[in-house]
């Protein structure tokens, strides 16, 4: 399984980016997609997570309500939208990917692991 993550950039306080994970090597559609986040001296922390079967979708406190993860089955695609962004969003987001379907949030979860795209908000 292989996963390449695009997207990013930088972005003023207030403003909206989004980041896409593209998945290939799969064989089969029993497993969840999610978004891990490191800033710098910080460790790696879960973002968000949708099982690719059913999309359910599940959230870390610190960005529900403002960032929405879906998939797109056409592209194999999984997408992450980052609205009313704030200077502690600043990170390198990395995609990641675990066989089953619970809705885990540990770094250890999970097995496949893209490259990180910068995300930086300024304030």
């Known amino acids: 399984v292989q996963l390449q993550a695009s997207g990013g950039g930088l972005v003023q306080a207030g403003g909206s980016l989004s980041v896409s994970c593209l998945a290939s090597?799969?064989?089969?559609?029993?497993?969840?997609m999610g978004w891990f986040r490191q800033a710098p001296g910080k460790e790696r922390e879960f973002v968000a997570g949708i099982t690719w079967r059913g999309g359910s979708k599940f959230y870390a406190d610190s960005v529900k309500g403002r960032f929405t993860i879906s998939r797109d089955y056409v592209k194999d695609t999984v997408l992450l939208e980052m609205n009313s962004l704030k200077p502690e969003d600043t990170a390198v987001y990395f995609c990641?990917?675990?066989?089953?379907?619970?809705?885990?949030?540990?770094?250890?979860?999970?097995?496949?692991w893209g490259q990180g795209t910068q995300v930086t908000v300024s304030s």
């Open positions: 090597g799969r064989t089969s559609t029993n497993y969840v």
């Open positions: 990641a990917s675990r066989e089953g379907l619970l809705q885990r949030t540990g770094v250890g979860d999970y097995v496949y």
